[in-house]
């Protein structure tokens, strides 16, 4: 069993910052794509950001040029620094990680975290 294990929430106001990370607990898996989702109360769940293995990134409209996704590939981590936090920005973000298993059949696998909750007051 894969856990990703995030870190990072917490409470802040309005035009600070935080940073994320994510990790899975075991590697037996390659990975392909890492990424953070974030849904607010009563909303879906959206894309914040997402990393493929050779770097290419990818935002959601509401975040860009305000948070950075990144990659430690050594470390098989991921992270999100969050800079000019609104509070339209508090939710629960999840962590997700893609890739295949080592062996065959080489199947997919898409894993997803328990989430970490950011509150920004105003």
């Known amino acids: 069993q894969v856990e990703l294990v995030e870190s990072g929430g917490g409470l802040v106001q309005a035009g600070g910052s935080l940073r994320l990370s994510c990790v899975p607990s075991r590697i037996i898996f390659s990975i392909n794509a890492m990424g953070w989702y974030r849904q607010a109360p009563g909303k879906q769940r959206e894309l914040v950001a997402s990393i493929t293995f050779d770097g290419s990134t990818n935002y959601g409209d509401s975040v860009k040029g305000r948070f950075t996704i990144s990659r430690d590939n050594a470390k098989n981590t991921v992270y999100l620094q969050m800079t000019s936090l609104k509070p339209e920005d508090t939710a629960v973000y999840y962590c997700?990680?893609?890739?295949?298993?080592?062996?065959?059949?080489?199947?997919?696998?898409?894993?997803w975290g328990k989430g970490t909750l950011v509150t920004v007051s105003s």
């Open positions: 997700n990680v893609q890739g295949l298993t080592t062996a065959p059949p080489f199947n997919k696998v898409n894993y």
